[in-house]
């Protein structure tokens, strides 16, 4: 109903716009040209109908629907009007301020306090100065315009009033216009590089238009009102492009946003037949056509959120990035983050999550797990770090303690054989099969210090560390092996599946070997016999770094990344 009320009334001023100019030509604008008419009236309704298809905020909405009404009356201040003379003595010069103020409350919320001070002067100036206060104390008979109807608003009749005030109105109406200008490019050169394509193509147009019309107020301000002398018709047809480009603009958004909805009604039957699997930001960001498009998942056991390949996200404080929140069921499934003004629908967003529900619940559980195997490798690693770092410590502990405690000790028995017991000889054998006993235990306890973290893999690295082994152990025998060093839970990892397996083949040769390739340590073990056994603890330990292993009836392939 609201919207038959709009239309009626736009209809209506456009039918007496007609008529007013085909009834007096010589003293409009249009004047006598057909094609000028019809533009001019065609632009208001244009504007009109943009205002009221697009699905932009409601200010903006009855702002440019009443710009749009208010330049059908510009015509309505001539001789031929009748009885709509007074309103258009009026609101003849009401158009370019809320033109203006729709153009500053394009995809906005709020106004800074310069725009409401610049508006408020251009709606003060337009209806009080130029429009109500100019009325007040104009009588056309006076004025001569003996042709024109009658003034209903007339209280006196002052002439030089009515000039003082046309030529002060129409003076702050270009320094106004012109401010105008100046607050809105400067608003779309410090806006973002999204928000400026996005705001352009209305912005622009209209900012062009009041600056067109605060040209005519100064070309008219040295004699008190504005005419239709050639000038001013020669700048008029700019200004009916001006404002037919703002309701194409508009009209463009909404074509694009039932473009949209059409991408999306085709994307429905898309993933209702084969949901990609791991491709739904992808497919989102083709149908929108927002390369940047980022979908980020609602976790389930925290706040906060996830992305595709299941690690933290945090959403966006950019202005340039938008972030638009999908709910199904009363929750959180998913967020959009994309460019501003790509969801300016608030029911689309919906659309998206009601069409794609399968898909987001299924993408989101995939990051769900994603995010928790991480936790889990990360977890291993964590023990296995720290199991290795306790390992290096006892080590340390063997070496500087109990091994110096029991080689002091040795030394202490063969002196003792020397200065003691060099007459008695059953002393003598006894102090020498103590020296042999913790000669055997010292050796021990060195091959146990070595089995748990040798210092030579952490000072030089894993080949020379594979050589140290091969000569406690005969049986290893060491090929190719890089030269490199790599990460130190790398070559933990491959050293332990190294000792590992020569302790558990028995009495069987090992041979190894191992290669950098595509960003992979790659190690190959070769066993005389299938007497390794269970090398579950080697895939965890593998595993705890990223890598894998393979069993083979002979052989063992392990692949660890090998970062440096």
């Known amino acids: 109903m609201l919207r038959v009320v709009v239309w009626t009334v736009a209809l209506a001023a456009a039918a007496v716009t007609v008529a007013i100019v085909r009834e007096d030509p010589g003293d409009s604008l249009a004047g006598d040209s057909v094609i000028g008419l019809t533009a001019e009236v065609a632009?208001?309704?244009?504007?009109?109908?943009?205002?009221?298809?697009?699905?932009?905020?409601?200010a903006f909405r009855v702002l440019a629907a009443f710009a749009a009404v208010a330049w059908l009356l510009v015509e309505w201040n001539s001789?031929?009007?009748?009885?709509?003379?007074?309103?258009?003595?009026?609101?003849?010069?009401?158009?370019?301020?809320?033109?203006?103020h729709a153009a500053l409350r394009y995809r906005t919320r709020s106004l800074s306090r310069p725009a409401i001070a610049l508006l408020a002067l251009g709606y003060v100036n337009s209806l009080l100065v130029l429009g109500v206060g100019s009325a007040l104390f104009f009588d056309p008979v006076e004025q001569g315009c003996l042709a024109c109807p009658v003034n209903h608003l007339l209280a006196a009749a002052h002439p030089e009033v009515v000039h003082d005030l046309g030529r002060v109105g129409l003076s702050i109406a270009a320094v106004w216009s012109a401010a105008f200008v100046g607050l809105a490019l400067a608003g779309?050169?410090?806006?973002?590089?999204?928000?400026?394509?996005?705001?352009?193509?209305?912005?622009?147009?209209?900012?062009?238009?009041?600056?067109l019309f605060g040209a005519r107020a100064l070309h008219g301000s040295t004699r008190g009102f504005v005419s239709n002398d050639p000038t001013d018709r020669r700048l008029w047809p700019a200004q009916v492009a001006a404002l037919a480009l703002v309701a194409a603009g508009l009209l463009w958004e909404r074509l694009r946003a039932r473009r949209m909805r059409g991408e999306l009604a085709r994307l429905v039957v898309e993933l209702g037949h084969s949901p990609p699997p791991g491709g739904l930001r992808d497919r989102l960001a083709e149908t929108f056509g927002d390369p940047s498009l980022q979908l980020l998942h609602a976790r389930d056991d925290v706040s906060g959120w996830l992305d595709g390949d299941g690690r933290p996200a945090e959403l966006p404080k950019d202005p340039d990035r938008h972030v638009t929140r999908l709910l199904a069921g009363g929750r959180e499934l998913a967020a959009l983050v994309h460019r501003p003004g790509l969801f300016e629908d608030p029911a689309l967003a919906g659309e998206v999550a009601d069409a794609a529900l399968l898909?987001?619940?299924?993408?989101?559980?995939?990051?769900?797990?994603?995010?928790?195997?991480?936790?889990?490798?990360?977890?291993?690693?964590?023990?296995?770090?720290?199991?290795?770092?306790?390992r290096r410590l006892l080590e340390r502990d063997l070496h500087d303690g109990a091994q110096q405690c029991l080689a002091t000790v040795a030394v202490g028995i063969r002196l003792a054989r020397r200065q003691v017991a060099s007459g008695d000889e059953g002393l003598d054998a006894e102090l020498g099969a103590a020296e042999e006993g913790l000669r055997e235990a010292l050796g021990e306890l060195r091959e146990l210090a070595h089995g748990l973290i040798p210092s030579v893999l952490a000072h030089e690295g894993l080949g020379p560390a594979l050589e140290a082994l091969a000569d406690r152990s005969p049986r290893l025998?060491?090929?190719?092996?890089?030269?490199?060093?790599?990460?130190?839970?790398?070559?933990?990892?491959?050293?332990?599946?190294?000792?590992?397996?020569?302790?558990?083949?028995?009495?069987?040769?090992?041979?190894?070997?191992?290669?950098?390739?595509?960003?992979?340590?790659?190690?190959?073990?070769?066993?005389?016999?299938?007497s390794v056994g269970s090398t579950t603890d080697l895939e965890d330990r593998v595993g705890a770094v990223g890598g894998t292993l393979t069993r083979t009836a002979h052989q063992l392939s392990v692949e660890l990344p090998c970062e440096s």
């Open 43 to 58: 632009a208001g309704l244009l504007l009109m109908a943009a205002a009221l298809v697009t699905r932009l905020s409601g």
């Open 79 to 100: 001789p031929g009007t009748g009885a709509a003379f007074t309103v258009g003595l009026v609101l003849f010069a009401a158009w370019p301020p809320l033109l203006a």
């Open 188 to 211: 779309l050169a410090h806006a973002t590089s999204t928000r400026r394509r996005v705001e352009m193509p209305v912005v622009l147009p209209a900012t062009a238009a009041v600056a």
């Open 359 to 390: 898909a987001l619940e299924h993408e989101r559980l995939n990051a769900i797990r994603r995010n928790q195997l991480e936790s889990l490798r990360a977890s291993r690693a964590r023990i296995v770090a720290t199991a290795d770092a306790e």
């Open 477 to 530: 025998v060491v090929r190719e092996i890089p030269a490199e060093r790599f990460a130190a839970a790398v070559e933990s990892a491959a050293y332990f599946v190294v000792a590992e397996s020569l302790r558990r083949s028995g009495d069987g040769d090992v041979a190894v070997s191992a290669r950098r390739d595509n960003g992979r340590l790659l190690i190959d073990l070769e066993t005389a016999n299938d």
